[in-house]
């Protein structure tokens, strides 16, 4: 028997078959239409049916279905309150497809079903106390707590990006303003950038046409003084954020993944020495390891997966 894992995202559908102990076997993906739940619900089921076919499984092989979705989910009811940039307003999710597939389905928050992977199969194998933290668009965390999402009343805690770091600092996507994510994700990143180049219009980041999240990174690794102070700050902010995780929850290890993940030890070195030096208690007491997510989207497939293990 199978589960089948489910990462609904607001361009791609992936679906991947996933044994009970979390390997996955194999995985196909479709477009996702975003503007209509009823279109979404039918890729979903097409696209499961099609890869067990391509496998030579049929639903007779599948024991339960887990999906992650953006946004807020109510993990109990299985409908997605709300997500921001696909249409599933109290969408029952769980509830549609199950009619459709006769199969239990649990669902999730995309980012708790990424960290489930990971503490399952990837960076945090074995480590049942973890965060995860995603540092792209947005900020996104995952939370573990021995081996258990932690995602508080209907599922909607769990957003660590939507703390604050800075009072009446800058406007967050979330109405709020100073939020760790309007910091330290690549959005803000490119924006710090943005306003570096406008500060420091002699650095060699003003020849970037188009200023991406890379565009500070590299201009430090060339030597550049603004690249350089760009990404000193922007990397403090990530480091901070993470500490006051360290604080509330010190996890047993703390992962970053996203698309600034792929800058690799030259964010992680600086990031740790700061959380060595500024967690609580941190002069008598070891304080956890921040390493990269290692199973990139497919932790996202391996979670939603993991989520038919807690019925
Ligand atoms: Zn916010």
């Known amino acids: 028997m199978f589960y089948i894992g489910v990462d609904l995202g607001g361009t791609k559908i992936a679906v991947g078959l996933v044994q009970k102990d979390g390997a996955l076997i194999a995985k196909k993906s479709a477009k996702t239409d975003a503007e209509s739940f009823a279109h979404i619900m039918d890729t979903i089921a097409d696209t499961i049916a099609g890869l067990l076919e391509e496998n030579g ?24 309150i709300y997500a921001n940039n696909i249409r599933l307003d109290n969408a029952p999710v769980a509830q549609t497809l ?55 009343n209907n599922g909607t805690g769990g957003e660590p990006g939507h703390s604050l770091l800075r009072m009446n600092g800058e406007a967050c996507t979330c109405g709020r303003r100073g939020c760790w994510e309007a910091y330290a994700s690549a959005t803000a990143l490119i924006r710090q950038t943005k306003a570096a180049i406008a500060r420091h219009p002699e650095s060699s980041m003003s020849g970037d046409a188009q200023v991406s999240g890379r565009t500070a990174f590299e201009a430090a690794k060339r030597g550049d003084k603004a690249g350089r102070a760009v990404v000193a700050r922007y990397l403090r902010y990530v480091a901070e954020g ?20 792929h800058e690799g030890d030259y964010i992680l070195r600086p990031i740790q020495r700061f959380v060595d030096r500024r967690s609580y208690g941190a002069a008598y007491t070891t304080p956890p390891r921040v390493k990269l997510a290692t199973l990139g989207n497919d932790a996202g497939i391996i979670g939603a997966a993991m989520l038919c293990r807690g019925k």
């Open 57 to 80: 499984f049929s639903t007779e092989d599948v024991e339960g279905i887990g999906i992650g979705c953006p946004g807020s989910v109510d993990s109990r009811s299985g409908v997605v």
């Open 242 to 261: 993470i500490v006051n995780m360290v604080n509330i929850f010190r996890p047993d290890i703390v992962l970053i993944g996203g698309g600034i993940s």
């Open 98 to 152: 199950r009619a459709r597939i006769g199969k239990p389905v649990f669902v999730s928050n995309d980012a708790n079903c990424a960290a489930l992977g990971e503490n399952v199969m990837g960076g945090a194998k074995g480590l049942d106390n973890l965060v995860l933290i995603t540092l792209g668009t947005g900020v996104g965390g995952g939370i573990i707590i021995d081996g258990k999402i932690f995602d508080g």
